[in-house]
């Protein structure tokens, strides 16, 4: 959480330096009214909420606080100002494609019933080192063969899976090599085994509206423009 803050205030001073100090335009399209909309109902929830230490602190266990949606609002802003020619893009998606990677991996062997997070060195990642001296005791709630990856909650890797899987559809149509596409499409099929491990129903609204996105841009566009 305190990344992220940190992350999202930095982008914020960049973007004002630019437009003050260095006088460039910052671009915009009509497409961010519905991510300031977003913002305003975030701020709007915030305001009227009775529990404004969680607001502003976050939880136990869900430390998503108001600050890190207003963060996740500036990262979408900040790459759409930074990100201006396709080195760039292919950049971005290799090492998204590297983090999607590892998360598959990672709930893959959950669906299969090997969960890294429950080895000796998985518990070491997850726990603060003075309760090492206790760390074959620790009890995970999570059934066997369901997948959460490295996001805690299943719940949250359902949304992420269902924003990847058509993402990564629309990245195997547009790509031209043969090694790349193999490679994508065993990527999707493991995306697809961690969505069912997840066993959320939010999982397919998710992946509804995200391929709804996808479809659009895919035909909304020419196909060539889609090719790497």
Request: aromatic share 16%.
């Amino acid at each position: 959480m305190i990344a992220i803050i940190t992350v999202g205030a930095v982008m914020t001073m960049l973007l004002l330096v630019q437009r003050f100090v260095k006088h460039n335009r910052i671009r915009f399209e009509s497409n961010f009214y519905a991510l300031f909309i977003y913002g305003v109902f975030v701020a709007v929830s915030a305001l009227l909420s009775q529990y404004k230490h969680w607001v502003v602190c976050g939880s136990y266990q869900m430390f998503e606080s108001v600050w890190v949606l207003f963060a996740y609002i500036m990262f979408c802003f900040y790459t759409y100002q930074c990100v201006r020619d396709e080195s760039q893009i292919r950049s971005l998606l290799m090492w998204g494609g590297v983090g999607i990677v590892i998360l598959t991996l990672i709930g893959t062997f959950q669906f299969i019933g090997l969960d890294f997070f429950k080895s000796k060195i998985g518990r070491l990642l997850i726990t603060n080192p003075s309760n090492w001296k206790e760390i074959d005791k620790i009890q995970f709630q999570v059934p066997k063969h369901t997948v959460y990856a490295t996001l805690y909650n299943q719940n949250f890797l359902s949304f992420y899976c269902g924003m990847m899987i058509p993402l990564i559809l629309g990245l195997i149509i547009g790509c031209k090599k043969l090694a790349y596409r193999i490679v994508l499409i065993v990527v999707e099929i493991l995306a697809m085994a961690c969505m069912l491990g997840a066993s959320s129903s939010s999982s397919w609204i998710a992946l509804a509206g995200s391929a709804v996105i996808v479809a659009f841009v895919l035909f909304s566009r020419k196909k060539k423009a889609f090719k790497t």
